[in-house]
Structure formats: structure tokens, C-alpha cells
């Protein structure tokens, strides 16, 4: 009695380290690429290319147990949604900018001109400012 339940468990083990070693055996010649995201998946993607959707709604704030539910809207939701609209909106618009500086060619090639004035001057000239200064004035005595 005692060598046939041996027998079975030794049948038994054999055939859990046969059907181990198969399935090695399989995972190991057809390992395909496989991406642990979907495609579509926002994942990896940064943080300012995912304005559109938060993680979190900015409403979640109007359950906080204590606060009043005004004083949180006035204070954390609308000014939460008012900056998302900001940076969406100058997102949109750093978009049309690059789009116009690929559209247009870049003007670095002309030379820059030189800006004149009606005056010329010179080192410690001071004009009709001070009175004139000459080196045969001696300091008074």
C-alpha cells in the first residue's frame, strides 16, 4: 500500500515538472513583444500634454467633511478650473506660434541696422551742463 501511493506521487510530481519544463519551453520560443499598456493608454505621456483630462475632478473637494461647501468653490474649485482653462488656452496658443514660425522663414539672416542719434559725443564731455573746467584754475585759497 505504502509503494503505490510513492508511485502515484512520484507519477504526480513527474508530470508537474514536465508540464513546468513545456510551458518554459513554450513561453521561451515565441516571446513576442508584449506592451504592458494599451496603445491608446495615457501612460508615459507628461503632465502637460494631459490638460484635458485630470486625474482627479477639482468637485471631489466639495465632499470634504468640516468645510463649507461655498467657501470650497469659491476658494479651491474655481480657481482650480480657471488655471486649467489658462493653460489650455496658452497651450493652444504656443501651438499657433510654432505653427507660424515653420510656415514663415526666420528673418536672422538680414543684417541688423544700426541705430543713429543727431548728436555725436565723446569721453567726459558734458557739454553746456557744468561750467568749464581748465587746468590753470587753482583751488581756493
Not at 471631489?60 to 461647501?69: A, E, I, R, V
Request: hydrophobic residues 35%.
Amino acid at each position: 500500500m505504502h509503494d503505490l501511493l510513492a508511485t502515484r506521487s512520484s507519477r504526480r510530481f513527474g508530470l508537474w515538472i514536465g508540464s513546468v519544463a513545456i510551458a518554459t519551453a513554450f513561453v521561451a520560443t515565441s516571446s513576442a513583444r508584449c506592451s504592458a499598456q494599451q496603445p491608446s493608454s495615457s501612460f508615459g505621456t507628461p503632465a502637460s500634454k494631459q490638460l484635458g483630462n485630470p486625474a482627479v475632478s477639482p468637485y471631489l473637494n466639495l465632499t470634504q467633511p468640516g468645510l463649507n461647501p461655498a467657501i470650497t468653490y469659491g476658494t479651491l474649485i474655481q480657481p482650480e478650473i480657471q488655471l486649467r482653462a489658462t493653460l489650455a488656452n496658452q497651450q493652444n496658443l504656443l501651438g499657433d506660434l510654432q505653427q507660424k514660425f515653420q510656415t514663415q522663414p526666420p528673418v536672422l539672416t538680414q543684417q541688423p541696422t544700426l541705430l543713429q542719434t543727431g548728436h555725436t559725443t565723446s569721453f567726459l564731455d558734458t557739454g553746456s551742463y557744468f561750467f568749464p573746467i581748465t587746468r590753470n584754475q587753482r583751488q581756493g585759497r
